[in-house]
């Protein structure tokens, strides 16, 4: 089935700092999804990609779908606290409808 | 609305109970499924539901039975379960299944216990 590799694991990092994270395929999305989980809850969507180069982005949050469409990274400006929890990407192609999700990165977030 | 309902929040049961997750939503999404989560882990699909049938079955064993009685309405039937399907089970719908849409609305889950 279709992988999709997050990276990094998690991460450690002062109130203000930016974040950068990303996912990585070995095979062709056509659509890219952030999701964020905080804990004992559903993930909620962050931001949809539709396009190849398609850069979006959602107050603090940008995310970009790659150009070989088998990519897509998230920054997040300026943290701040409530940025802790997980960041999954997800994938979705027109070959295969079910949505896949990354592994997650664990952001922690210190004031 | 734009939520998605689960119903009980947390489950404890034992071995031998039968017991029922509910998923509802009124958003007029054709397509529901259900996730599983165990801690740390990204979801799983178990299965999804389009047009109210049955679509995909990711090879779930049969002590999990879904219905789907409606549109808006998904349920996850439990029985005979083992301890290591305790984890957090997850509701989620979209207005079509694999449609270019806004991704999938997700419920905040059902956290079940099996002891």
């Known amino acids: 089935g279709q992988q999709l590799n997050q990276s990094p694991q998690s991460m450690f990092i002062q109130e203000g700092e930016d974040v950068s994270m990303n996912c990585t395929s070995s095979?062709?999305?056509?659509?890219w999804l952030w999701y964020k989980q905080d804990p004992g809850e559903g993930p909620v969507l962050l931001i949809a990609?539709?396009?190849?180069?398609e850069l979006t982005s959602n107050g603090r949050l940008t995310a970009q779908f790659g150009i070989t469409r088998k990519d897509s990274f998230l920054n997040i400006s300026a943290s701040i606290p409530s940025d802790v929890g997980i960041y999954f990407c997800?994938?979705?192609?027109?070959?295969?409808?079910?949505?896949?999700f990354g592994a997650g990165t664990r952001l922690t977030v210190k004031p | 609305d734009t939520e998605v309902t689960q119903t009980p929040k947390h489950l404890v049961m034992g071995m031998t109970n039968k017991k029922s997750l509910k998923c509802e939503q009124h958003?007029?999404?054709?397509?529901m499924y259900w996730y599983k989560q165990k801690a740390k882990k990204p979801p799983e699909l178990m299965f999804v539901?389009?047009?109210?049938?049955?679509?995909i079955n990711e090879s779930v064993p049969s002590r999990f039975s879904p219905e789907c009685p409606n549109s808006s309405l998904l349920n996850l039937h439990l029985h005979a379960l083992q301890p290591e399907d305790s984890a957090l089970y997850l509701c989620?719908?979209?207005?079509?299944?694999?449609?270019?849409?806004?991704?999938?609305?997700f419920g905040s889950g059902t956290r079940l216990t099996v002891v």
């Open positions: 989620a719908s979209s207005q079509e299944w694999g449609y270019r849409g806004k991704g999938y609305t």
């Open positions: 095979s062709i999305f056509n659509t």
């Open positions: 990609l539709y396009k190849a180069g």
């Open positions: 997800a994938g979705q192609s027109y070959n295969n409808n079910d949505m896949r």
């Open positions: 958003m007029g999404h054709r397509a």
């Open positions: 539901y389009s047009y109210e049938k049955l679509s």
